[in-house]
């Protein structure tokens, strides 16, 4: 059974930095477009960005544009994301999924693999 788990959430004051993990098992991963999704309650949920097999094309929201940075390592099946300059209504649960095949903006629908989410909180 494929397994998707993230890392790196927490509570953080506005402008502050974290970094998110998502590691995969059972999963070819450098096969897959991986992607990070969020989810504020009472909100829907969101595309943040993905990244192709190669790492070479990625996609960011305009809401995160400048401000996070995703990467991936093939070699470890990892896939980060880098948040700087974190505002307030970054808070959400982010998600990391796997998709076979990239489509731009990365549609929530193309991922078949999802993990259980890690919680990110930023304080005004």
């Known amino acids: 059974q494929v397994q998707v788990v993230e890392s790196g959430g927490g509570l953080v004051q506005a402008g502050g930095s974290l970094r998110l993990s998502c590691t995969t098992s059972?999963?070819?991963?450098?096969?897959?477009?991986m992607g990070w999704f969020r989810q504020a309650p009472g909100k829907e949920r969101e595309g943040v960005s993905c990244i192709t097999h190669s790492g070479r094309t990625t996609y960011y929201a305009d809401s995160v544009k400048d401000r996070f940075t995703i990467s991936r390592d093939n070699a470890k099946n990892t896939l980060y994301l880098q948040m700087n300059s974190l505002k307030p209504e970054d808070t959400a649960m982010y998600y990391c999924?796997?998709?076979?095949?990239?489509?731009?903006?990365?549609?929530?629908?193309?991922?078949?693999?999802w993990g259980q989410g890690t919680q990110v909180t930023v304080s005004s």
């Open positions: 999924a796997a998709a076979a095949f990239y489509s731009v903006s990365c549609p929530a629908r193309n991922f078949g693999y």
């Open positions: 059972r999963l070819r991963f450098g096969d897959h477009v």
